[in-house]
């Protein structure tokens, strides 16, 4: 039974910096692509993240490219989201996912398997 757990969230002002945590178990990672995504309140969920757990490629949505780095840490099977100079506009639910068995970094939210349960953001101004 594949398990996400995130951790990390909370309140953080405006240019500050959170990093996030997904504590992932129960299967090989290795030919799996890992994402973070986020839901603000009233909005539909989006891609924020992603990479193949092999490494390589990192991708990130626009709107973080250049604040945010993903990473993972094989030895602990855990995702990371390093979140830096953070907005108000950052605050949302942040859910970590699997992309099983994926050749290349998918950025639809219906293309991934496994779902963590969300960790809570909030940027204050």
């Known amino acids: 039974q594949v398990q996400l757990v995130e951790s990390g969230g909370g309140l953080v002002q405006a240019g500050g910096s959170l990093r996030l945590s997904c504590a992932a178990s129960?299967?090989?990672?290795?030919?799996?692509?890992m994402g973070w995504f986020r839901q603000a309140p009233g909005k539909e969920r989006e891609f924020v993240a992603a990479?193949?757990?092999?490494?390589?490629?990192?991708y990130y949505a626009d709107s973080v490219k250049g604040r945010f780095t993903i990473s993972t840490d094989n030895a602990k099977n855990t995702v990371y989201l390093q979140m830096n100079s953070l907005k108000p506009e950052d605050t949302a639910i942040y859910y970590c996912?699997?992309?099983?068995?994926?050749?290349?970094?998918?950025?639809?939210?219906?293309?991934?398997?496994?779902w963590g349960q969300g960790t809570q953001v909030t940027v204050s101004s």
């Open positions: 996912a699997v992309d099983k068995n994926s050749m290349r970094v998918r950025t639809r939210e219906t293309e991934y398997d496994y």
């Open positions: 129960g299967r090989t990672f290795g030919n799996d692509v």
């Open positions: 990479l193949r757990w092999r490494g390589g490629s990192t």
